[in-house]
């Protein structure tokens, strides 16, 4: 199973990335808003879609990301390519928080979703993510990530840590800072 590409760009164009690795061009869909120039060095988080008609890489940035777009198509009715459309109309948080809200016109505002499917994913997702401690993860950006990365390295579980960090306050920015404040309130 690939989880994870890192290698140079060799073709792209909307949706497509073609990524060079080991000698081998890996073809990999991205959302919409993902353009970036040939030869550049990139990597991506993977989800592996296997059919006995097809063979198809879905790629993220974030795991954040990663993660989001997985329970997306979990919902019956989503598809890669309309969870993919759905990536593409606005960041993880922004998602997030139109199934915690129940905004139906975020969700048939996007192309191929209609109402009964935007219905389904907010009522099969809002569940899932209202009742999940990992919900900072989705609403996370890159500097989220870090630190959750380097509190599991110290061998703390991302639910302990979710935990902790919805409890955190607002006036801690730098990264130290926080990682220090976690630290303190984990072995609480």
């Not at 590409?5 to 949706?15: D, N």
């Not at 097809?54 to 919902?75: A, K, M, N, Q």
């Not at 500097?143 to 390295?153: K, R």
Request: glycine fraction near 10%.
């Amino acid at each position: 199973m690939i989880s994870y590409l890192s290698g140079k760009i060799i073709t792209s164009k909307v949706g497509l990335l073609v990524i060079e690795i080991g000698g081998i061009g890996y073809g990999v869909n991205v959302d919409a808003t993902t353009v970036k120039k040939n030869g550049e060095k990139y990597e991506l988080f993977i989800h592996e879609h296997i059919r006995e008609d097809c063979h198809d890489l879905y790629g993220f940035p974030t795991f954040v990301e990663l993660e989001l777009f997985e329970r997306l198509i979990s919902v019956n009715g989503v598809g890669p390519k309309a969870a993919l459309n759905i990536m593409s109309a606005g960041a993880p948080d922004k998602i997030v928080s139109a199934i915690i809200s129940d905004n139906l016109g975020f969700f048939t505002a996007i192309s191929g979703i209609g109402k009964k499917v935007a219905a389904k994913i907010i009522l099969e997702l809002k569940s899932k993510i209202s009742g999940d401690h990992n919900i900072n993860i989705l609403a996370g950006d890159a500097e989220s990530e870090d630190l959750f990365d380097s509190l599991t390295q110290l061998g703390y579980k991302r639910l302990e840590i979710s935990a902790v960090v919805t409890k955190m306050p607002e006036n801690i920015k730098t990264l130290e800072d926080k990682v220090r404040w976690c630290l303190r309130n984990l072995a609480k």
